[in-house]
Antibody, heavy 115, light 110 residues
Framework: EVQVVESGGGLVQPGGSLRLSCAASGLTFSRGWMNWVRQAPGKGLEWVASIKEDGSEKHYVDSVRGRFTISRDNAKNSLYLQMNSLTAEDTAVYYC????????WGQGTLVTVSS | QSVLTQPPSASGTPGQRVIISCSGSSSNIGSYYLSWYQQFPGMAPKFLVYGNNQRPSGVPDRFSGSRSGTSASLTISGLRSEDEADYYCATWDDSLSVWVFGGGTKLTVL
């Protein structure tokens, strides 16, 4: 059974930083792209970032480029999202999704940016 | 304003067939496989259809996808009350170099 579990969310002040983690099991983690997708309260899904199998290629939505960094550790079957210079607009549930077509999703971790 | 355009709402009665559209352009739907996702309130999205009409194991064949040019659609046949959810389309856009999601369609089963 495939399991994807995010962690690291919480309340952070504007301008602060947070690091999200995603642990995956039951799939060949090293053989697929991994992705972060977020959903602001009451809003639709927004893709945030993706990273290739070997980490050699990364893509970001414009609104986070330069502030967020996606990374992965295939030995630990883990995906990360380092988020810096957070603003209220980054408040959302952040989902980790596996594969080229976002096959498997975690339950999400809530990030709240507020003073 | 989403790059992919979906109707904000759709509805049908049990047993009916409902079609949810997703409109894009040559740089996204016209060039890349589209995927559809189902999301219940308070829950994570679920992968429903991909590659225009491939279903992951466990997804009923009542759900089917199709594409024509720069538009795509999700068809739900034999509508059931448990199909009431939000539905999103998504694909890669090579002019923006980003993944794009539609704004989502809230399906109500009357």
């Amino acid at each position: 059974e495939v399991q994807v579990v995010e962690s690291g969310g919480g309340l952070v002040q504007p301008g602060g930083s947070l690091r999200l983690s995603c642990a995956a099991s039951g799939l060949t983690f090293s053989r697929g792209w991994m992705n972060w997708v977020r959903q602001a309260p009451g809003k639709g899904l927004e893709w945030v970032a993706s990273i290739k199998e070997d980490g050699s290629e990364k893509h970001y939505v414009d609104s986070v480029r330069g502030r967020f960094t996606i990374s992965r550790d295939n030995a630990k079957n883990s995906l990360y999202l380092q988020m810096n210079s957070l603003t209220a607009e980054d408040t959302a549930v952040y989902y980790c999704a596996s594969g080229n077509f976002f096959h498997y999703w975690g339950q999400g971790t809530l990030v709240t940016v507020s003073s | 304003q989403s790059v992919l355009t979906q109707p904000p709402s759709a509805s049908g009665t049990p047993g009916q067939r409902v079609i949810i559209s997703c409109s894009g352009s040559s740089s996204n739907i016209g060039s890349y496989y589209l995927s559809w996702y189902q999301q219940f309130p308070g829950m994570a999205p679920k992968f429903l259809v991909y590659g225009n009409n491939q279903r992951p194991s466990g997804v009923p064949d009542r759900f089917s996808g199709s594409r024509s040019g720069t538009s795509a659609s999700l068809t739900i046949s034999g509508l059931r009350s448990e199909d009431e959810a939000d539905y999103y389309c998504a694909t890669w856009d090579d002019s923006l170099s980003v993944w794009v999601f539609g704004g989502g369609t809230k399906l109500t089963v009357l």
